[in-house]
């Protein structure tokens, strides 16, 4: 492989996801918890930045800049607003999404699980209740089919071990519970709602390519914090790692580095970097996680479904994906299986409990008037996407 060169279809791309961009997904969990006066967030999501009407400038917008593919998600509880009552409406418009990707020479990548349900399975016993895996796999089935002939690529559940912590464990997601039991109990059902949607989606559309997305962290031991790095990482990674047996891909979502002593997490060094998210500048994170997520899995293909940095200063964006990139390179010299990189994320939007003041995003969304404007980094990546190489 060329120096700088990035294989023969390595596919380029940037995400969203639909409640952090469409505006108005009053139906589900998240909007509820983020109207809650008690819950942490800053902010409610309001009209985000109306990506649900505004697609399709903005798919011509990341076509034109470069870009090879786009992850999206599907509001559940667009599709299926109550249990049972699903929406053709809902269905049409995800399908006319693809099909403009398509046509504009994007792949079209859909998380079926990002963050959200809707309301009714939340107050029906959310991910701790082993039923929910039963009727997310229905869902999968119904959207599946009715995308099954436009999908690119299939992920079923984003980050099923960052909602199962902070909703179940942590309480700063919904449905704000503190309980290590519930935690692990989430877990479990989580694992068994991704086996259900990967043979449903497997079912209704044959021939797409299926994996999980997982959130993982460069966990390095400090002073002795071996033991406890690897009773830290059996819960949040391994266990969905040795889930992955049969799928097509692994999606890799990475961020920054942990430093971890024999009693848990410690302070990063005096004078570290860190960005709007309160994460150290850890480009090299990456690479790591990718290698250690291959030789867990025993060399499932991975996909770098998302990477990024929420700052406001655009060159450190460009000198953070340009390190990180050199690590998904380094990997792929070593002969990983990796398939591609999608950045997080296409655009500033509502990050959650924090609101919108983390900027994650290629182009810049003026939220008053909503007019996109891409930073110098998004034609950077671009290029370097249009021509395959750093």
């Known amino acids: 492989m060329p120096a700088q060169a990035f294989p023969e279809g390595f596919a380029w791309g940037t995400a969203t996801a639909a409640h952090q961009v469409d505006g108005g997904t009053w139906n589900n969990d998240w909007w509820a918890w983020e109207h809650d006066p008690s819950s942490p967030c800053v902010e409610p999501s309001g009209d985000a930045i109306d990506h649900w009407h505004r697609w399709p400038d903005d798919l011509r917008l990341l076509a034109d800049l470069g870009f090879g593919s786009y992850r999206f998600s599907l509001e559940w509880s667009r599709i299926e ?18 099909e403009r990707c398509r046509a504009l020479g994007m792949s079209p990548v ?6 959200t349900s809707p309301r009714w399975v939340a107050s029906a016993g959310g991910w701790a209740d082993p039923v929910t895996a039963e009727r997310f796999a229905r869902f999968c089935s119904r959207a599946a089919g009715h995308l099954a002939d436009v999908l690119g690529a299939a992920c079923t559940i984003n980050e099923p071990n960052v909602v199962a912590f902070y909703g179940y464990r942590g309480g700063v997601f919904p449905p704000g ?26 079912s209704a559309a044959p021939g797409v390519p299926i994996g999980l997305t997982l959130s993982m962290t460069d966990y390095q031991a400090v ?38 002593g024999p009693d848990g997490p410690v302070a ?61 390179h380094a990997c792929l010299a070593d002969g990983l ?49 249009a021509r395959n190489r750093l």
């Open 81 to 98: 607003p109550e249990e049972g009552e699903f929406s053709t409406a809902a269905l049409d418009h995800y399908r006319a999404m693809c």
């Open 223 to 260: 002073d002795g914090g071996e033991a406890r790095v690897e009773k830290m990482r059996e819960p949040m990674e391994d266990v969905f790692l040795h889930a992955t047996e049969g799928d097509d891909f692994l999606g890799v979502q990475v961020y920054t580095r942990m430093l971890v």
């Open 268 to 328: 990063y060094p005096r004078g570290a970097r860190t960005t709007l998210m309160g994460y150290e500048f850890w480009p090299q994170a990456l690479e790591a996680c990718l290698r250690r997520a291959w030789d867990v899995t025993g060399g499932l293909p991975l996909l770098v479904t998302e990477n990024g940095i929420g700052t406001a200063n655009d060159a450190e964006r460009i000198e953070y994906v340009e390190a990180a990139l050199g690590g998904v």
């Open 110 to 115: 859909a998380t079926f699980h990002h963050f």
């Open 177 to 202: 519970e503190r309980s290590s039991e519930r935690r692990h109990q989430a877990n479990h059902v989580f694992i068994e709602g991704h086996r259900r949607a990967v043979d449903a989606i497997r």
């Open 337 to 385: 299986d990796v398939r591609g990189y999608t950045y997080w994320s296409a655009f500033d939007n509502f990050e959650w409990a924090f609101g919108y003041r983390p900027t994650f995003g290629l182009v810049a969304v003026d939220r008053v008037t909503q007019v996109r404007t891409p930073k110098p980094s998004a034609h950077w990546l671009g290029q370097i996407a």
